[in-house]
């Protein structure tokens, strides 16, 4: 047993359970019910969570009142090896009421999607024309670009683009939306290709760019995949596309994703006994079991199964409704319900394969080791599969996961969610070992706070609620970059940022784009209000002219219980309008002979 002996500054996330005024100091229960004796000092100063491009909110001068039972906060001190207290430097309250969680008022995520919509336009196109030609996939930790000879990869600019598009279905403002279909008439012109032979279309991993000259680079140069094409690239290669789509209905948008479906069933698809897809095709035969593949030869990982639902496959049937699509979503989820469970040997999912699902567990940097985030992915998209189709195998394997991982998978300490552990105990461990690190990874955060909010809203449970927020609450209060803007990419454990070089120093890599922070404000705002706190949200779409099969725009936000939601109120650039069905969300489009702009507004059922 390691005895320290020299003082430790540390984060406790945690519950007050008693103020003592005379001692200047108050008890505090973490998640797991651990108490700690937390004393004040003269100098301790306090704030409320803040969101991006707020005023400093500081709360130093009622500091004390506001230390009543059951609120949750954070706390920052030191401990000293000769005392049993915790002495407390900085508190993070999260609302001004033991009740209240700011991240919970309705515009919270709704205002924090624009702030970050404009960082990123700002950064990308420094306020000013909409040219992809000046995209960077590397930005700073300010945001500034990288310098003139550069890369632009696919999916990045793809994620960028889903975060313009959410962030006018979210907000209305346009600049956004000029962005995102900007950026995919970019990706078409410049990454597709169009086999007319195979009749489908695949992805350019990216171009290199050199003033006026291109370079095509068609498989991947990502470490993991080198000389390969990659499932996960060309599934993100249509994640902005498809968000583009359910506003505008554009038909080349809807093309070039079935022709990309086409890929992905002809070539990634395992026709034979076994089923699933592939993790990696050879560039030249288009083959999965190609020995130049190498260490991905004939592979399956949780990527070419699981990621289809999240970044393409949901937006696109909430867009279209469409039947195969519902039937391509439920051959993922079965087979994620299939293969991935692993009980007998470990808490986590198994992640990668070979080709007849017996588990891999020698793969690169993987190993035999869990991804904490991809098992918090699969509970919420169970979740949303659930609602679609309500198979009691999808609710006991989303709860089952659901309930281990706090356990093995949390911080119960300091809160928020740890990155890659060892799947298995080594003899006399009861911790599951960090591969690389204890620091804490913003895409994670995402998982942790939509899984436990979709299972809050849909079953109306206590205990995934209280998971929920104090997840939210670490991302809120320490993820947000509220001084240069954006999200920080990693926080140590105490919630600090971590700053070293590389990726995990940049608001923009081939790892990080306006993704998962987007969808995140998004899908929190839809879960939040729509089935939790039960506010109405509204949502803008601008379709096009010649968009959307028979003029009917399906406005769904996400797949939720049926009946849980209906639409309340309609406008038409700013004009109140009545043809639309309520229960099944849809809205039948005008005859108009110019571009409208759609308001809708959505309520719940209560």
Not at 230 to 255: M, S, V
């Amino acid at each position: 047993m390691t005895t320290l002996n020299f003082p430790v500054s540390d984060l406790i996330a945690g519950y007050v359970t008693h103020f003592n005024p005379d001692a200047d100091s108050f008890e505090l229960k973490t998640s797991d019910g651990r108490i700690f004796q937390a004393v004040l000092t003269p100098m301790t100063y306090a704030k409320l969570v803040q969101n991006l491009d707020e005023p400093y909110p500081d709360a130093t001068g009622t500091m004390r009142s506001m230390l009543v039972t059951n609120r949750y906060l954070f706390a920052y001190g030191v401990f000293y090896p000769d005392s049993p207290e915790f002495e407390v430097k900085s508190i993070v309250f999260l609302g001004r009421n033991a009740e209240e969680f700011q991240f919970e008022k309705p515009n919270w995520w709704i205002n924090q999607v624009s702030v970050l919509g404009n960082f990123y336009f700002k950064s990308q196109f420094d306020s000013g024309e909409i040219d992809y030609r000046n995209y960077r996939t590397n930005l700073a930790l300010s945001g500034m670009r990288s310098p003139d000879n550069f890369s632009q990869e696919t999916d990045t600019i793809s994620r960028l683009v889903y975060g313009f598009a959410t962030a006018f279905l979210m907000t209305g403002e346009d600049h956004f939306l000029a962005a995102a279909e900007a950026g995919t008439e970019y990706l078409r012109e410049h990454m597709r290709f169009l086999d007319q032979d195979e009749g489908i279309v695949y992805w350019y991993h990216g171009i290199d760019v050199q003033g006026a000259r291109e370079q095509k680079i068609f498989a991947s140069e990502f470490g993991d995949d080198y000389h390969a094409i990659p499932a996960y690239e060309q599934i993100y290669a249509l994640a902005g596309p498809t968000q583009t789509y359910r506003i505008t209905g554009d038909p080349k948008i809807l093309e070039d994703t079935e022709l990309t479906l086409k890929l992905f069933q002809d070539f990634f698809r395992d026709h034979g006994e076994y089923g699933g897809y592939f993790s990696h095709l050879d560039p030249v035969t288009l083959d999965p079991k190609s020995e130049a593949l190498g260490q991905n030869k004939a592979k399956k990982n949780w990527n070419s199964v699981g990621d289809h639902a999240p970044a393409y496959l949901i937006n696109l049937w909430l867009a279209t409704g469409r039947a195969e699509y519902a039937e391509m979503l439920e051959d993922t989820f079965d087979t994620i319900e299939k293969y991935f469970p692993d009980d007998e040997h470990s808490p986590f999912v198994q992640e990668r394969f070979y080709e007849d699902w017996a588990h891999d567990t020698t793969w690169g940097w993987q190993q035999n080791r869990a991804v904490v985030g991809h098992n918090l992915k699969i509970v919420w998209n169970l979740m949303r599969m659930y609602s679609l189709n309500p198979k009691d195998s999808y609710l006991k394997l989303a709860q089952k996961i659901a309930d281990q991982m706090p356990e093995v998978g949390s911080d119960r300490q300091r809160g928020g969610w740890y990155d890659v552990v060892e799947r298995l105990l080594n003899p006399g461990e009861n911790i599951h070992r960090f591969v690389w690190h204890d620091r804490k990874a913003w895409w994670q955060q995402e998982q942790s706070i939509l899984a436990y909010l979709i299972l809050a809203g849909c079953l109306e449970d206590k205990t995934y609620h209280r998971h929920a927020r104090e997840a939210a609450a670490f991302y809120n209060a320490w993820f947000l970059d509220t001084e240069e803007g954006g999200v920080y990419f990693n926080v140590l454990a105490n919630g600090i940022p971590f700053l070293a070089s590389g990726n995990e120093r940049g608001k923009g890599s081939h790892s990080m784009s306006g993704y998962h922070s987007f969808e995140l404000c998004y899908l929190a705002a839809v879960y939040t209000n729509l089935l939790i706190t039960k506010q109405p949200m509204d949502f803008y779409f601008k379709p096009l002219l010649n968009g959307f099969l028979d003029r009917i725009l399906r406005v769904a936000p996400d797949i939720l219980p049926p009946g849980s939601i209906r639409i309340d109120s309609v406008e038409v650039n700013g004009q109140p309008y009545s043809n639309f069905d309520a229960e099944k969300l849809i809205v039948h489009l005008p005859e108009t002979q110019e571009r409208v702009k759609i308001k809708v507004r959505i309520a719940p059922n209560t």
